[in-house]
């Protein structure tokens, strides 16, 4: 049986302050996708949905998510209810990049949440674990995709009224990737294989 080391399971996590945020985010008014797939069901069908059109899967053995070849990889998970912090068996948690083992513990993982936040993963706590992967077959525009590589865009600076979008590959959210000058420009740029590619399979990151 896993020991809880009950120090990790407290620890504060406080987001990191250089983490970049879309603009017009507003932590006052922003519900995460987190609190809506534990709140609304009818969303949460369509997301866990959107995450398998777009390449993700459960890991068969949870534990699989120690393994070295899995660093660095983008994953989410649901809560078993015996975590100390008393969510409900299924609490969906959307997760971060994992860092991997510490001093070889295989109690636990740690994982770094897109807020910046370092997190402590206990593996006795873990009831399912949803993984991207780069290699899997996802589905555009009616036809199979294979995923060669990702693609990456700079972070849009300079607002315009003409901006381009894509869904986001972790929280399936419209996201703006581009400010275009006028619709000349904006045209050319959503026509270019690069956003075609990654409109088609949702493989794409800022730099």
Request: aromatic share 14%; no cysteine; glycine share 6%.
């Given at each position: 049986m896993d020991s809880i080391n009950e120090e990790l399971q407290l620890y504060e996590r406080v987001p990191d302050p250089r983490v970049k945020h879309a603009r017009g985010f507003n932590n006052m008014r922003y519900v995460s996708i987190q609190d809506r797939v534990n709140s609304d069901p009818e969303f949460e069908a369509k997301y866990i949905d959107y995450l398998v059109e777009n390449g993700w899967y459960r890991l068969a053995n949870n534990r699989?998510?120690?393994?070295?070849?899995?660093?660095?990889?983008?994953?989410?998970?649901?809560?078993?209810?015996?975590?100390?912090?008393k969510a409900e068996r299924g609490t969906f948690r959307s997760g971060g990049i994992l860092i991997g083992k510490k001093?070889?513990?295989?109690?636990?993982i740690l994982y770094k949440a897109y807020n910046g936040c370092m997190f402590p993963l206990q593996i006795s706590?873990?009831?399912v674990v949803y993984m991207r992967d780069p290699n899997e077959k996802i589905k555009g525009n009616n036809k199979e995709k294979h995923i060669s590589?990702?693609?990456?865009?700079?972070?849009?600076q300079n607002a315009t009224v003409f901006p381009v979008y894509l869904k986001?590959?972790?929280?399936?959210?419209?996201?703006?990737?581009?400010?275009?000058?006028?619709?000349y420009s904006k045209d050319r740029f959503m026509t270019s294989k690069k956003y075609n590619y990654a409109y088609e399979t949702?493989?794409?990151d800022f730099k």
């Open positions: 699989d998510i120690l393994k070295e070849e899995l660093k660095g990889r983008h994953f989410k998970y649901r809560l078993n209810g015996k975590s100390m912090s001093n070889g513990d295989e109690n636990f706590d873990i009831d590589k990702t693609v990456f865009f700079n972070e849009p986001s590959p972790l929280t399936g959210e419209d996201t703006i990737v581009y400010y275009a000058k006028d619709n949702s493989d794409w």
